[in-house]
């Protein structure tokens, strides 16, 4: 079967930039602010009432350069299902028309930008892990369909007005993330993508996440490595979730990770944004002047319902 590869890595941030303590203000956490930057997190990134998710992922798809005419498919993952509609509930509450629930924003997508021959798929029970699950799913349609040649994977979520911009210890951004999947040798191979899922666990707490969230990532990234022959020694660079630097401390110690492997330069920033933490630390790497051809990268996400994905890639 042949090579798949991830290109035209590019995200977008919903507009506002808030640090931790107006955050706190704006009665948007759960700790408070100090709890918050000693977990490592500095500023986060909300939308103002006028953004939605599809307009995040319209900019990162402006942002990718990838030129629309030549996609044949179209992955497009949401976290929250909220954010797979974009037409305003109230005209269902009025017509009582359910077709109003079903106004997708990949299709808008399609049509804005003139992806004519591009069908659409929607992705949205993986919570955080959905971008992952798309590169699986479209790695897959690319080696099992020869027609199909260039696969465009989004993934963008907001969260809804007054939610609370924490989960699980960890402060929350709105944005999207995009990139390419194709069989031109260029970005990173994807070497393959791992997926557990505990639905179980759909209900868990805060802190019974948490207590889960170890065990599973270091038997998600054991699995990981097992299925494709090779050894963490052999993994030049860990680019994993913004997550809380305790958490990422515990975790590496558990693997026996080197700190120099780890790779997630925008966790202060940023925050956690959702399903694209991936693939705005992998594009931090990409432009920086550490990464070397034939370098062997991992990455992996947790997320509600519950799951974890770990995609294994290397540098071209």
């Known amino acids: 079967m042949s090579d798949v590869y991830v290109s035209h ?6 507009s506002a930039t808030q640090t931790v303590e107006q955050a706190e203000a704006a009665n948007q ?10 977990a490592g997190f500095e ?16 900019r990162a798809f402006t942002e990718s350069g990838i030129d629309a005419g030549t996609i044949d498919a179209i992955i497009y993952s949401t976290c929250l299902p909220v954010n797979g509609n974009i037409c305003d509930v109230t005209k269902f509450d009025c017509s009582r028309d359910v077709k109003h629930l079903m106004h ?41 369909e020869e027609s199909l040649e260039r696969i465009l994977c989004i993934t963008a979520d907001r969260f809804p007005q007054n939610a609370k911009y924490e989960q699980s210890y960890n402060l929350i951004s ?28 759909v209900d868990a707490t805060d802190d019974e996440t948490v207590g889960s969230y170890f065990n599973y990532t270091c038997r998600l990234i054991e699995e990981a490595l097992e299925r494709v022959g ?16 305790k958490a990422w401390q515990i975790l590496s110690r558990l693997l026996g990770l080197e700190p120099s492997q780890a790779y997630f330069p925008s966790m202060a920033t940023t925050g956690h944004v959702i399903s694209a933490d991936n693939i705005i630390n992998l594009a931090a790497l990409r432009d920086s002047d550490q990464l070397r051809s034939g370098d062997k990268i991992l990455t992996f996400m947790a997320g509600y319902g ?3 994905q770990c995609a294994l890639l290397e540098a071209v």
């Open 9 to 14: 890595l590019a995200s977008a941030l919903g």
């Open 29 to 38: 956490l759960v700790s408070d602010a100090k709890a918050l930057r000693d």
């Open 43 to 58: 500023s986060h990134h909300v939308c103002p009432v006028d953004e939605n998710s599809y307009q995040l992922a319209a």
């Open 104 to 144: 997708f924003p990949a299709s808008e997508l399609q049509a804005e930008f003139g992806m004519q021959n591009a069908f659409v798929i929607g992705l949205n029970q993986q919570a955080c892990t959905g971008m992952l699950g798309a590169l699986r799913l479209a790695r897959n349609m690319l080696r099992g």
């Open 174 to 201: 709105d944005g999207a993330a995009v990139c390419l999947l194709s069989r031109e040798p260029q970005g990173f191979r994807l070497v393959d993508v791992h997926h557990i899922t505990n639905g179980a666990m």
């Open 230 to 245: 090779t050894v963490l020694s052999e993994i030049r660079w860990v680019v994993p979730q913004n997550t809380n630097r």
């Open 306 to 308: 519950s799951n974890w």
